[in-house]
């Protein structure tokens, strides 16, 4: 796995149901750690990498291929 730009940290693992809007990350930038929900891209793309890092390399994200096998089919 490629290292991160910036230091990312993810909550440990509370038991129950996550929803889109409770699940985040800790991304260390700038000399403040920053808490970032999955969802709010507009704060996801105002750091350079995370997105790549988190979405990718550490979460496994395969939509991007399913959504094109599935155009072709």
Known sequence: MKKARFPMTFPALTYGIKTQSEEYCVVEYDGQERRIRFH????????????????????????????TRLLIE
């Not at 709010?40 to 959504?67: C, G, M, Q, T, W």
């Open 40 to 67: 709010d891209y507009h704060e996801i793309y105002a750091i350079p990498d995370p997105y790549e890092h988190l979405f990718y390399e550490r979460l496994k994200s395969k939509s991007p291929n399913v959504i």
